[in-house]
């Protein structure tokens, strides 16, 4: 129904490039999430595929058919804002059957679609009220609402979820999914929050300062980070970062030097890598793949101890420095200001060499 | 806030000075209810018996209502004009703005410094050429004009106080501008529209300057007509008043009643 492609799509402000050269495909009825920092260039990539903002280089295709030039009404896409721009002198029921009623649709199908619609989000008690009358987490429902009525092939969210709290955030996020599911249409989400991203997406376009960092599917994104930089945005806590010297890369293990005194040795990889022995690399390890151990590569004292229940967080101040944080549901080993070792999962982690592009990863899939 | 109480030495002052402010009308609208010879009497007399005479003298005289329409006329008349060509103005500058919009917005402002007298000449000749002088349309014409960058800019103000993000919801829902314009803004901005009338009708109103000079007997309005009375009548005080409290009444009234509006209309956007 809806499929978008975008070939090096950019976007200039003046002087100023927010969006650089993007390349992605979204396929139908996919659920692709834009996720990257604030000010990456999320908004001005949606806006552009909505039609709100023009293209400064490079060409859109909706189904084929390429977008650029196409009013915003006439791409068949809704858009739903961080803001719910929601029309406040008009009724719930209003503000869904606005555009129909605008494009002279006949009452009796306007009314139709809006039960339908109020039916889906569980809106029928609400619509003859006015937004301002209405929960944050209503007015929500009520913007996604008006999308719906449309039947758009497709949907732009930018950020629907900010302006909840956090226990009806999560909730939405479910209930979008679902969404997503009954509807059958293409979705683009934007978020800041990589749980978001995490949770919801068929696929995950990571941005950094209007560029492409990585696409992928949520878990190609946690075990195979592409850069230093999605390495970091994606996961929480964050991955954990150890400079390194690549010491000896032999054709079945290679050697990588944390510290004077400890090293840590794994099987090359199928290709060799493409570095110079002595080389600098950076050696991520997720939190979870950590693990205390009587002596291994890492040493430190324990700086902080985080109880959450499920897991518990500790902070160690790395000898050399810098701090690791540690995942693990062992409560009964660690006391703040201890003494640990730590080791390494044997087949978990990436490599990244100086410029911060992953050498390669130990991972699963 | 503040809830300082105010000092009964303060409160004096701020009376004094009101007092001292409206003495002037206070006393015309004593006089116009006084007979001319005890207008003039030295000292002034502050007890008398009020007559209405002054108002009759002053009504059969001079065609009070005449003039009275063409205020009417004009006020309303160029109001309405002046928001029907900064509603669209306003609406593209608040949200299709381009490079030169605040600048056009600055010069629209800075007209409104040039003293009237400066285009004198010029209007006038081309008032004379076109046949719009002494004419109701012709007032109508430069009362718009002189009210336009002040309605323009309260209308801009009132339009970016307006989420932009709405109107992009009906843009991408295939609301064109002009429904835009009508079901979203007309209504929205509605408090804010009937401000800026409000003060445009105010203005125009007491408009003297080209009501004097461009009008005659038959397009005068109130301004002209108690411009024009004063000078044969000049020194019938009694009756020079009673023809300015007519000339004033109406649109102090007017002020009156829509000053709850006009107030709330002009601080809307500082107190946000
Ligand atoms: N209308 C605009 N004019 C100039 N710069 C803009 C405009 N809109 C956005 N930008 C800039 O473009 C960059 C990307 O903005 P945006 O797409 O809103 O980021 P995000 O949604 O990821 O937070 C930011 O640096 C922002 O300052
Ligand atoms: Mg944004």
Avoid at chain 1, 92 to 105: R, S
Avoid at chain 1, 156 to 166: T, V
Avoid at chain 2, 257 to 271: K, S
Wanted: proline share 6%; hydrophobic share 50%.
């Amino acid at each position: 129904m809806a499929k978008l492609e975008l070939r090096k799509v950019g976007k200039f402000y003046g002087g100023f490039e927010a969006v650089k050269s993007v390349d992605l495909t979204v396929e139908d009825r996919e659920f692709v999430v834009f996720v990257g920092p604030s000010g990456c260039g999320k908004t001005t990539l949606l806006r552009m595929i909505a039609g709100l903002e023009d293209i400064s280089s490079g060409e859109l295709f909706i189904d084929g058919a390429r977008a650029n030039a196409v009013p915003p009404d006439k791409r068949g896409l809704a858009m739903v804002f961080q803001s719910y721009a929601l029309y406040p002198h008009m009724t719930v029921a209003g503000n869904m059957g606005f555009a129909l009623k605008m494009a002279g649709a006949p009452k009796a199908e306007i009314a139709e679609k809006v039960q339908e619609a109020a039916r889906v989000l569980q809106l029928e008690p609400l619509l003859n009220r006015r937004p301002r009358m209405l929960s944050g987490g209503q007015r929500q429902r009520v913007a996604i609402g008006r999308a719906i009525v449309r039947s758009p092939k497709g949907f732009l969210f930018d950020e629907p979820l900010s302006n909840l709290d956090a226990a009806l955030r999560v909730q939405m996020r479910t209930e979008l999914v679902k969404l997503h599911q009954a509807l059958a249409a293409t979705m683009i989400y934007v978020t800041h929050d990589q749980v978001e991203a995490m949770t919801m997406a068929d696929r995950i376009v990571v941005l950094e300062g209007g560029r492409v960092a990585q696409v992928g599917t949520p878990l190609e994104l946690y075990h195979r980070p592409a850069n230093l930089f999605v390495a970091g945005f994606i996961g929480s806590p964050k991955m954990n970062f150890l400079s390194a010297r690549a010491v000896a890369i032999g054709p079945r293990e290679t050697t990588l030097e944390l510290a004077p005194d400890r090293v840590l040795a794994f099987p090359s990889p199928a290709p060799a890598l493409a570095i110079a022995p002595g080389a600098a690399v950076t050696l991520g390890v997720r939190p979870e793949h950590l693990r205390f151990v009587e002596s291994g590569p890492l040493r430190g004292v324990v700086d902080v101890v985080e109880h959450l229940g499920v897991e518990t967080l500790v902070y160690v101040k790395e000898s050399s420095g810098g701090t690791v944080i540690v995942r693990t549901d062992d409560l009964s080993r660690v006391r703040q200001g201890e003494t640990v070792s730590l080791a390494l999962h044997p087949d978990r982690g990436s490599l990244f060499d100086t410029a911060g592009d992953a050498l390669f990863h130990l991972s699963p899939t | 806030m503040n809830e300082q109480r105010a000092s009964l030495p303060g409160t004096i002052a701020a009376w004094v000075v009101a007092f001292l402010m409206v003495f002037p009308i206070l006393w015309m609208a004593i006089t116009a209810f006084k007979t001319e010879s005890e207008a003039i009497a030295i000292p002034p007399l502050l007890l008398f018996r009020p007559v209405l005479s002054s108002f009759a003298a002053a009504l059969a005289q001079s065609g009070y209502l005449h003039f009275a329409l063409n205020s009417i006329i004009v006020s309303l008349g160029s109001t309405v004009l002046a928001i029907l060509i900064a509603f669209p103005a306003a609406y593209a500058m608040a949200f299709q703005p381009g490079r030169h919009t605040q600048d056009l917005l600055v010069w629209m402002l800075s007209t409104k410094m040039l003293p009237p007298v400066g285009v004198l000449v010029p209007i006038y000749l081309i008032f004379r050429d076109t046949g719009l002088l002494d004419t109701v349309e012709g007032l109508v014409i430069v009362d718009t004009l002189m009210n336009l960058p002040i309605v323009v800019w309260m209308l801009f103000s009132f339009f970016r106080d307006i989420p932009r993000d709405i109107l992009e919801a009906a843009h991408m829902d295939g609301v064109g501008p002009r429904k835009q314009m009508m079901h979203l803004l007309l209504p929205l901005a509605s408090p804010g529209i009937a401000s800026a009338a409000l003060l445009a009708i105010i203005l125009s109103w007491n408009e003297a300057f080209w009501s004097i000079n461009l009008t005659a007997a038959h397009a005068g309005t109130l301004a002209a007509y108690i411009a024009r009375y004063s000078a044969p009548e000049g020194l019938f005080w009694a009756k020079l008043s009673a023809a300015s409290v007519l000339a004033v009444a109406p649109i102090l009234l007017f002020g009156c009643l829509a000053q709850r509006r006009l107030v709330r209309g002009l601080t809307v956007g500082a107190v946000k």
